[in-house]
């Protein structure tokens, strides 16, 4: 669980400190209605309104299992399994809200003639197969990033001990010195 914590503190900080100032000064651009309609035929036609729920749930049942093995109890594991379903349940009741705030943010990134032609490309043979087989993709290229985190964190902490004094957990992450 520390790992896990150190893990997504490192990438909330690089996320932070990578991401241009533009990013937190500029107001984004009001799309139009003709942008905001393409946006959502695209998630019609990528399968993301169908595709919600089980994304959600799917993402929050390694939560609930790492949790429940935390416990120490049945009774603590169940405790741990109600609160993730009610997680889950609240999340999947904001899916309108979250589909409107899709279809806004896809309409702010692309101009309408952009949406035209990713929309025409998800009406395609090859664009349904995309759309149908990237839920997968992202499941097993997720899998793939979490087996190799523990190995990518210790060389990052690895690099940044080497270069400057860093803080002991993070030594200890970083293995002994060579």
Do not use: H, W
Request: glycine share 6%; charged share 20%.
């Amino acid at each position: 669980m520390a790992m896990r914590l150190a893990v997504i503190a490192t990438g909330l900080v690089l996320a932070a400190a990578l991401a241009p100032a533009s990013v937190y000064a500029a107001e984004p651009p009001k799309p139009s209605a003709r942008q905001i309609e393409l946006a959502r035929d695209i998630l019609r036609a990528t399968g993301a309104e169908e595709t919600y729920d089980a994304s959600l749930r799917n993402m929050f049942r390694p939560m609930f299992r790492e949790t429940a093995g935390m416990t120490g109890s049945p009774a603590a594991a169940a405790r741990a399994q109600a609160f993730t379903d009610g997680i889950t349940e609240a999340v999947v009741r904001m899916k309108p809200r979250i589909l409107d705030l899709s279809a806004t943010v896809y309409a702010q990134t692309f101009s309408e003639q952009e949406l035209a032609e990713m929309l025409a490309f998800y009406k395609t043979p090859l664009g349904q197969a995309m759309a149908r087989k990237t839920p997968e993709l992202a499941k097993n290229i997720g899998e793939a990033v979490a087996r190799e985190m523990p190995r990518l964190m210790q060389e990052m902490a690895a690099e940044l001990c080497a270069t400057s004094d860093c803080p002991s957990g993070m030594r200890a992450m970083a293995g002994p010195k060579p």
